[in-house]
């Protein structure tokens, strides 16, 4: 999640209405960057204009129920892509010596009948009932009778549930010896299994039906799920063995006709037949004998494919090019490239009661660039809702447009422009923090010695992230040169060069750490040279973009949250733990005890469901993102834009505090137990001290010691932990960043992440420290004296 990107129309448009009215009507459009699992949920709540991505139909029921009362409209726009969910069997798998599977594997996926058992082993039926809400026909991944390229034969090639005629099919392969558990072994009674791939993207409902009844034929299927960045390596390897993916624009395949001739790397069945076809293979081109390219058999029907595929491009005629494509498809029903499950259900579209002009009917597809074939420029609002200062921002950026900030130019005026307040806020802060430091260290000289002591803590802390990330086998650039070069990039060359010579991966690891920290910026003084010490926490491997640029105002945020919910957390632990402690054993201890474990067991991410659905359905406010979209590209602050980012701050500091709440209260509690039973306390009673007065001004103070120490590790804890809650709500911190550098691999930025986490942990360590000090006269830092 980011904030949201705000695009304003261009009045230099060519069109014009029949009554002269400029076109687009629209002055501007925002773009509110969500989390793929959460768009679903913010459209239900009637967040959103429009949408039309990224609905998924399993949510159809709610989408419908909710829409008269949410105030939006359900639209069905005919899907141009023919299936959801198809599966690609790897004709092309990488054999690999040393794993002698890999051989039989490759044999059975080239064999046709193979195929066709696979797909008559889909009780397709089941399937559609369960996942599509039993929405669709069985099929298979075909253009359909709706379309000039209709083919009833490949429609419904294959598609009947027919087990008995499954398992002959594969006994005639020589597969009819089972293990001991029952799955068939390859012929020479070795153990065969086999992995459906899937992207961590993709809803796995479906394969997982797939591999059950395959499993019911005797076909042991595993189903993979990993993150896009290595699923597209793996599969760009040829280590597939089934890759789930859906269809692409079948209603007019002469567009891109992946899944019925091999074109390119993205044709799944054949990706390795698909690039030498796309260098010109056919053509007899040398580009076509890169590594990574392999031409189809002579006579093979995947060739015959490609050869009546040029045919259809240079067709004289609109019939001769379908009868060429007929062809295609009648080999397709034959050879079965693809296992397909369904045809696709509509297409879903979530648009706001009062935006006006959006047809109830439409072809949506990307290859017509939907929404831009419905005349999007006529859309337009019944009653705009833009504040005065949003309408001023508008018109000045329409006519000062601003440069693409992704340009070296764009992001030196973005910089020059930047927020005048926000520059202003971090200056005061700063300089608060530093009057404060040297206040505080004149009086405590030990200060000094302890911000001396951070810098090779700092230091050593820096060696171990920066050895941690290299350690790891595989890296970006390994990940990447292997892509490219399967790929056949006629370009591939010079980008990793850019690569290597951008990230200093030629250099020795001791040459990029130093890089990295910006030692050398104090031997040159070059802008070039500048690390971690000068602030630049380098650039992403994954976007080419600083990271500074990427993070921009997620690190203030996620700081905010953080102290928020610390004070969240003292402010209700600390008289729950009191109250406990001097009321043990009685009903309310007892109930505050079950609420504190129940608030230590409930999930973070679960709990901020539970909350925005509640905040939803009884206060009628949605909680997802900063705010909303009414204030979210508003430049000025008013009451109603601070009201409601309070609207939906509250729940992150909820979910993120109720955990650490919970475990305080126990905490505080045991404390002030132990502290009550002290001997100088049973002394002051006896002299007849008031018991709030001594509760409050000895046991109390010392009892907070665990709260205090604890601070160093809660600032860490908190932004890593809140990654899959700011997921949830949509929130821009830098928690799903540093989880997504991960998972891509993007090593360096996930260094520097790491190391601002390091960071916030000295520095409330250090806070921690000056706290307790202050709070437990006991507790000295000048040494002992006698």
Known sequence: PSAPQALVRNPYYFAVDPAGNQLPYLDRVLIDVKDQAVISAAATGGEISMQLRHLTFEDYTLLASEAPRRGYRLLHWYNATRTMAQISPNQNRLVDPARPETAWKHRLLNEKTFRQALSLAINRPEIIAAVYNGVGEPAQNSPGPDSPYGHERHFHAFTAFDPARANSLLDGLRLAH?????????????????????????????????????????????????????????????????????????????????????????????????????????????????????????????????????????????????????????????????????????????????????????????????????????????????????????????????????????????????????????????????????????????????????????????????????????????????????????????????????????????SQYLHWMGFSWFVHFDPADTGLLQGNLGRSMESSLPVNEILGDRLLLTFVISVLTILFTWVLAIPIGIYSAVRRYTWGDYGLTLLGFIGMSVPPFLLALVLMWASTEYLGISVSGLFSMRYAADPAWSWGKVVDLFQHVWVAVIVLGVGSTAVMVRVMRANLLDELKKPYVVAARAKGVRPLKLLLKYPVRIALNPFVSSLGALFPTLISGGAIVALVLSLPTIGPMLMLALLNEDTYFAASMLMILSVLGAVGTLLSDLLLLWLDPRIRFQGGRR
């Open 178 to 510: 089972r293990d001991r558990e029952g799955f068939r072994t390859f012929p020479d009674s070795s153990r065969m299994t086999w992995f459906l791939n899937l992207a961590s993207s993709f809803p796995p409902d479906a394969a997982q039906f797939v591999a059950d009844q395959w499993s019911h034929v005797g076909l042991r299927t595993i189903v993979q799920i990993h993150v896009r960045t290595l699923w597209q390596v793996e599969q760009a390897g040829l280590e597939h063995d089934f890759t789930f993916w859906p269809g692409l624009e079948e209603f007019m395949p002469m567009l891109e006709p992946r899944y019925y001739v091999p074109v390119n790397g993205s044709s799944f069945f054949a990706p390795a037949w698909g690039r030498w076809y796309q260098h010109g293979g056919l053509q007899g081109s040398p580009e076509a004998t890169r590594p990574g390219l392999e031409a189809p058999p002579p006579g093979h029907p995947a060739r015959r494919a490609m050869e009546l595929y040029d045919l259809a491009q240079t067709a004289p005629t609109a019939a001769a090019r379908v009868d060429y494509f007929r062809q295609i498809l009648d080999l397709a029903a034959e050879n079965i490239w693809s296992i397909n499950i369904a045809t696709a259900p509509p297409g879903l579209v979530v648009v706001k009661d009062g935006f006006r002009n959006v047809p109830a009917r439409a072809l949506s597809g990307y290859f017509y660039m939907t929404p831009g074939n419905t005349g999007l420029e006529t859309y337009f609002w019944d009653t705009p809702n833009d504040t005065p200062a949003a309408v001023a921002q508008i018109k000045h950026s329409i006519a000062e447009p601003s440069l693409l900030p992704r340009s070296a130019a764009g992001r030196a005026a973005a910089a020059a422009s930047g927020s005048t307040a926000g520059a202003w806020i971090l200056w005061v802060l700063s300089l608060g923090a530093v009057v404060a430091f040297g206040f505080v260290a004149a009086r405590h000289p030990f200060l000094w010695r302890r911000v001396l002591v951070l810098i090779p803590t700092l230091l050593v802390i820096s060696v171990i992230v920066f050895t941690i990330v290299q350690l790891p086998p595989g890296d970006f650039i390994t990940s990447k040169t292997l892509e490219l070069s399967l790929n056949g990039d006629a370009n591939a060359g010079a980008q990793l060069a850019d690569l290597r010579k951008t990230f200093r991966f030629d250099e020795p690891a001791w």
